[in-house]
């Protein structure tokens, strides 16, 4: 087991937070908040590598696993299911795995994330392979369910990748790719829900959208590949269009109600006059990067 993470040991800048004033109660709080983000920044070589080799997994069909207990695996599971809207990924493209299943997400499971039994069992049950990537979320880096897992995954010759706020942790012996994210003693000494888990949820999202926009799901800054489930993400598809086929709201609209809000399509129909067909044949070709497409059929 790893040695004692810094999550664990008492804050002395919080040591009087049962008997200030609510105001001093919050300003502790953020004070500490205050030193995450520069914890992350420390962190961006080693996220460099791990973006880099989601991205490599992705070209070749893979996929990516966040598997976690308790608070790390909620935070793992909130970042895969806000891939499907975001960037239009299938839904077993980017997955979360909590110990104790999806009742833990709700309620602590007893014992979940200590069982190596359990990590077993969820590892055969997602059928992992080795172009896959696993990244492993935990604050002490010491659950048993989540060293397990990165350990078998390993074995298996998959891409591993760890995120913890200890140094020492042990599931840093299985990881390819090791971040961490020094957050020190918490607020509420070992409430890593606190610093150490927002560090966690700021990796998680710079991995997740720093990936996506490597293999193009955005053109520019714009979300290309957003999927418009409601009326907010329909009004933003409508913008998309708007803003890189240089049109006005009701023509994008207009285009995208008959298409059936495909935003990739409605702007190769606007901009170049293309087929619902032959728009869907290029970015095919072009493996749906449309900045692909534009320089394919600029050139001719």
Do not use: W
């Amino acid at each position: 087991m790893g040695k004692t993470s810094l999550t664990e040991i008492v804050n002395k800048n919080t040591v009087n937070i049962d008997i200030v004033s609510t105001y001093d109660v919050l300003t502790m709080i953020n004070n500490e908040d205050k030193k995450i983000a520069f914890a992350v920044e420390k962190c961006i070589p080693d996220i460099t590598q791990a973006v880099d080799i989601i991205v490599k997994n992705f070209i070749q069909g893979g996929r990516l696993f966040y598997v976690g207990a308790g608070t790390s695996g909620r935070l793992g599971v909130l970042d895969a299911s806000e891939c499907p809207p975001t960037f239009n990924t299938s839904s077993g493209m980017v997955q979360g795995i909590i110990a104790g299943g999806d009742r833990a997400l709700r309620e602590a499971i007893e014992g979940a994330e200590d069982s190596e039994e359990l990590a077993l069992k969820d590892y055969e049950k997602y059928d992992i392979c080795n172009n896959d990537t696993v990244v492993a979320i935990s604050a002490s880096g010491n659950a048993k369910y989540v060293t397990t897992f990165l350990k078998i995954a390993k074995m298996k010759k998959c891409n591993t990748i760890a995120i913890s706020s200890n140094k020492n942790a042990a599931m840093k012996e299985f990881a390819d790719c090791f971040i961490f994210t020094d957050t020190g003693e918490e607020a509420i000494c070992g409430s890593t829900r606190m610093k150490a888990g927002t560090a966690q949820k700021m990796v998680l999202n710079m991995l997740s959208t720093a990936a996506m926009v490597k293999i193009g799901k955005t053109y520019h800054n714009l979300m290309i590949d957003v999927n418009p489930t409601n009326v907010k993400l329909k009004r933003r598809a409508v913008t998309i269009v708007s803003e890189i086929a240089g049109c006005n709201s009701a023509e994008a609209e207009r285009v995208l109600n008959e298409n059936g809000y495909k935003i990739k399509h409605a702007i190769l129909y606007i901009m170049y006059g293309l087929s619902f067909k032959e728009a869907d044949s290029l970015l095919v070709r072009h493996n749906g990067v449309i900045r692909k497409v534009f320089e394919e059929l600029d050139k001719k």
